[in-house]
């Protein structure tokens, strides 16, 4: 079964400049188009688990779900991810329950809203690496605060990523991968206007002096759906109270993943796909109350989003470029 650290499908990514989707995750039918998608899509897999997912599946559903889609995808190169950690204990849950990569969000206290000086980031940072390299878990780290506020995550303010910082932060703490702070946001209210491609909607200038500086940094723009306006419409279209939004779009994030980002998260967009699938399926069939004949629309339009994201971001097509690595492989590694 290739569960792979996910440094290994970001390092391959780095080699032929692509850029891989992560998708949350938070029941079976979201991990089942992931991967169905994925197998259709001949792409590598990054499956995260937030804290706020963990904790409504009660840890063991969701953990067994993800691993399901390990077993049943067996060829396919699938990392299992901790979205947001927010203290040691987290990551070590994580690491417990299979996981081949966890994220330490340092940027904010343990409240998951409060932001942390530099120091305290590097602290609890560096206690996970130190935790988690040993088992060949790959890390990634936060520096910078995002806008928005999703699952619980954020404090509402922004403060973009510095690159002196990150150079300092890298050899610190050593950690694999970095979420990055250029003006994205969580949860679908990212602008309010629709972004013009002949204007700078992100930092891209930060993302170009981190790559230079830390060519082998893996940079992670979070909060990264599109908000695909077809989507809102068909949700209003059907019942839904969607104000006006837009989200990040997918000429800004080709821009990200050519100036070196190699980690993109995507989580609203499956949410607004299989809510804008049910409403419609449930207005149109008011008479249905089978669980199934509505969520299967929902897998389905999920499925379309994800393939669409494989592609765009250029990883469909890669699985099988490599020989997966183990998490026993990456412990000798970082042993070096
Ligand atoms: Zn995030």
Redesign the pocket.
Known sequence: MPLVPMKQILDEAAKKQYGVPHFNVNNMEQAQAIMRAADVASSPVIMAA?RGALKYSDLIFLRNIMMACVEKYSKLPVALHL??GNNLESVKTAISLGFTSV?I?GSLKEDAKTPTTFEENVKVTKECVEYAHPFGVTVEG?LGT?GGI?DG??SGQVHLTNPDQVEKFLKLTNVDAL?VAIGTS?GAYKFKIKPDPDKNLLAMDIIREIHKRCPKLHM?M??SSSVPSDLLDEINKYGGKIPPTYGVPLWAIKEGIVAGVRKI?V?TDLRLAATAAIRKFLHENPEKFDPREYLAPAREAMIKIVRERYTEFGSAGHAFDYEPISLDDAKKFYRK
């Open positions: 937030s979205d947001h994220m969000d936060e995002l999703e995550v954020g979420a969580h992670v979070h909060g998260n989580d």
